[in-house]
């Protein structure tokens, strides 16, 4: 036995280049499961991270309950936190606009709630007691003097009542008639200045939210309420919520309601709740990358076993014939199989750490501005990877080795002696095509033969170059949807600050350009007219199939074909009404300019933007055109009741700055502004182009506080860094899978040629000139290359199909043939077989013909 | 006519403690239509003698002469189309492509020079070598006197100037080394083929004209 373990021992140690080629497999293999377990896991913790920097580490927020209720919360062990909020009350403020008329004071009762639940604290410190006050950024901007850190400032706390003492909430805005009773007086000291929390305080609440912090419950006369519940286990979110609500909670149930809301980011995260979409895509999508990776690696593993076997074949024959039992000599191929594992998975788990390692740094580097500035990517060693690892290596070279095993142990001495080949012997005489004697001589009909008789010598290597083709061409497609799917809406815009309108603002629009910077902007005006504004299109005749299906739509929505209801109620016209958009002037010329018309014949006509996207009750994105209008058409409407004619300079779907993420079942037709002034425009979108945005928006924001500046910059190069760092990974796994895929052809294309050492010695010694030698191995090499290639390429449309069946065809894209990838892997392959046959023939006419010849195959 | 001319040949492997002479200071000729033997015992030098003579190696020192030709001025392209049309090659064991047919194993040197097969020439080869009946077989379908007849063949299609046998019979049982060493006998005879065969067996090498013994290296004694 003992014997048998040494020759595996020194088997390993002398065939060393098949012995390292086998390694590499093993641990590519297991590097890429770890790394892609380990890169999950740190991406998941990050998402977690990310959640809770943002919302709050809780799960389940309650609404106005009962202290009752919380004693009942508190007892219940499957609940880790509750964090209270309670709001106190509004305040009159001497800076209150018509907008913001009051403070809206809250308070936590526990000093760790305000990072627990996410507050962003822009300058100084979370209060730490009743004296102490957290404001609103907006506060403070009011009157940076007043509101600075260290002020006092004194509120006047109650309730918004009615004359009928109904009470006001902040889904309420300002009334005429309300007051704030039963209110007591309060002075705190401002400690701290927060980013307006949109939970705490949305758009319409009246009142500009302040924090403190544990107020006595004499204090607290509204019993508003909210607990954040944060629970034990996350993943039991199901059993713990309905415990929590006290009635029955699934998955799938509602978001939120009056009485609750979930912090879905998190429990997406921490409780892996998805909706079904999500999750269907997602378990499709960690199948097929496990199949990939696990198929790829015990093909890989398999074949280097089958080789090393083949190659040894000789030895197995002695070994039988030296009185080795098939037992004892399967035992010696798992036995090298398990030696080569236990340096080949540490080394792979290692080496998949370590990728891991580099790919949270370069993360961080891109994104790690953007997730959320706490958060930082982490490079987390957890158990998983290395487990999963351990057990699925083991599996795999346990499995590749018994099979090679069997192999071995069938070699019989007699094989040995007779020194046999794997050839085919085929009953017919073999024809080699009139063609290939002429145009190849001797070489080609040898090359040919040989792929002909020996088929199973190439099979190998013809099926890892298919494999390696079909992967790579569906890996492709898969990354090709993957980056529509997940649509960049920042992308590729020349703008990085934008100002939307509400119709207050619109005067004060036009102010934001006086700001330093905002030279480089375009405006696009709207209709002031608000019913009538709109290009009225009565033919219907100029609708597509698919517009008039939805002004259908539409108009059976708002039951104009009801029998039942008034149609004197609604407007059941049949019309569609065409957004007219004006752009300022130079920013018309730019427009015009890219479809290349010329601005003075065009500057009275208008362009069409014809395309319309939504959504269908099938959840099937739909997108197409909405006009029959072609060039150089006119349009005939009535605007604001009288007839108004517009010639069309392009029809197209190239929206102009600031309107590209605006759809509308109307389209928009863009003109300009100048000519077109007496439509009554009114500024509508405005975006700049500033060589330091976050400068520019903070000034606008500052100097011309009606308006919203956003700095649009800042998303787009988050946006841009997500996709980014998506390739990163998605390349990166295809990258190893291709290494994979070519140790596995280094492996056999080697072997291959080595095995046959005897064959080449025996023709050049019969008188085969080097060139003549050298063009029969090419030919050869063309000839398997092209038939796995023809395997690999339909192979891989197959699966490219059916990747675009499994994720894309729900949005109704289309299928898109990747048509490069081939292209790619078609060069690939030839250039990568052609470089190993080189480097193989290199060694290989640098032997010498004699001493080969009468080398035995040891 | 001299058809072959060996002067002061020899064949050194390695350097300083494991120089091994292989061959040293080998002179002599053979005439057209001679059968020599060579014999020697094993590691005499015999083997690399007949690889010098047959251009699949390079002597240290020394010239050989084929047909007038001196073949170690020729480049290694220029001597591999010698080779396939001037000398013919018979090893011990693994002679044959294993992919090619028995038709196809002998008429390789004449495909590599891209000349036309004569089939008359052919049919009096394989009918020479008994093997008409096998011309469609493949060698795993052959037994070893039968490859080696085929080997045989191989040499002797391109009506070579000489044909080299290395030990051609080693690998055979009596019957068929007979009808091997018959053949060599008969092709020497019939066709005037200069035939220079390696043996270790001497009733073998009884076969040939003269006989040739080598001993570490040198030429001992000639008949």
Known sequence: MKILNKLSKKNLLLNKKRSIGTLIGIILSVALICATVGLFISFRTALIESAIASRGNYHIALYNESEEKLKVL?????????????????????????????IHLYSYQDTKSFSNLAIQLVDGAYPKDKNELLI????????????????????????????????????????????????????????????????????????????????????ITNQDSIFYIRIQKPTDYEKTFSEILGKTFHSNSENSTEEYSLNTELLRWQALRFDSRTTSMLYSVMIVVLAIIVGTSIFCIKNSFDISVTEKKKSYGMLASAGATKKQIRKSVVTEGFMLGMIGIPLGILSGYLAVFILVGLVNSLIGDFINNEVTFKFSVSLLPVVLSIILGFVTIYLSSISAAKKASRVSPIDLIRNREDVKINKKKLKTPFWVKKIFHIGGVIAYKNLKRSKKKYRTTVIS????????????????????????????????????SSFEDTPKMEDALKVKGTDDYTMLYQSSLTTDGYLEIDDLSKLTDFANDILEEGLREQ??????????????????????????????KEYVDKFGLNYNSVKNKGVLVNDYSYINAEGIRIEKGIYNYKKDETIKGTYNGSPLEIGVSEVTNVRPSGLENFWDSGGYLIVSEEEYHDLSFTPYILTINADDPAQVTLDINNEVPELSAVNIGENAQAERSVYLLTAIFLYGFIVVITLIGITNIFNTITSNLELRQKEFAMLKSVGMTRKEFNRMINLETIFYSIKALIYGVALGSIGSYLVYLATASKLDYGYHFPLSATIISIVAVFILVFIIMKYSMNKINKQNIIETIRKDNI | MEILKVEHLSKVYGKGENKVVALDDVSFSVEKGEFVAIVGASGSGKSTLLHLIGGVDRPTEGEVFIAGKNIYQLNDDKLAIFRRRQIGLVYQFYNLIPILNVEENITLPLELDNREVDRENLENLLKLLGLENRRDHLPNELSGGQQQRTSIGRALITNPSILLADEPTGNLDSKASDEIVALLKKSNKDYNQTII??????????????????????IVKED
């Open chain 1, 136 to 219: 609103s950024e907006e506060l403070y901007l009011m009157n940076k003097d007043k509101y600075a850190i260290g002020n006092t400032i004194t509120l006047n706390v109650g309730q918004r009542k009615t004359l009928d003492n109904y009470i006001m909430t902040k889904e309420n805005p300002k009334t005429e008639e309300e007051v704030i009773a039963d209110s007591f007086e309060m002075t705190f000291v401002i400690t701290g200045i927060m980013e307006r929390d949109y939970e705490l305080d949305p758009h319409g609440d009246p009142g500009i939210s302040a924090l403190t912090v544990d107020l006595d419950n004499q204090e």
């Open chain 1, 74 to 102: 508190k007892n219940n062990r499957d609940v880790a936190r509750i964090d209270i909020l309670y709001d106190i009350g509004y305040s009159k403020f001497l800076d209150a606009t018509e907008d913001r008329p009051y």
């Open chain 1, 465 to 500: 170059l298919a494999v390696s083709v079909f992967v790579f061409i569906s890996m492709n497609t898969f990354m090709y949807y993957t980056f529509r799917v997940t649509s960049t809406y920042y992308d590729d815009l020349d703008y990085n600050v934008m100002i939307t």
């Open chain 1, 559 to 588: 039951g104009c074909y009801d029998e039942k209801k008034d149609p004197f109620a609604m407007n059941c016209d049949k019309k569609r009404q065409m957004n007219i958009i004006g752009m300022d002037e130079k920013s018309f």
């Open chain 2, 197 to 218: 065969m390696i043996t270790h067996n001497m009733e073998i090498a009884s076969a040939a004209d003269r006989i040739i013994r080598i001993e570490d290296g040198k």
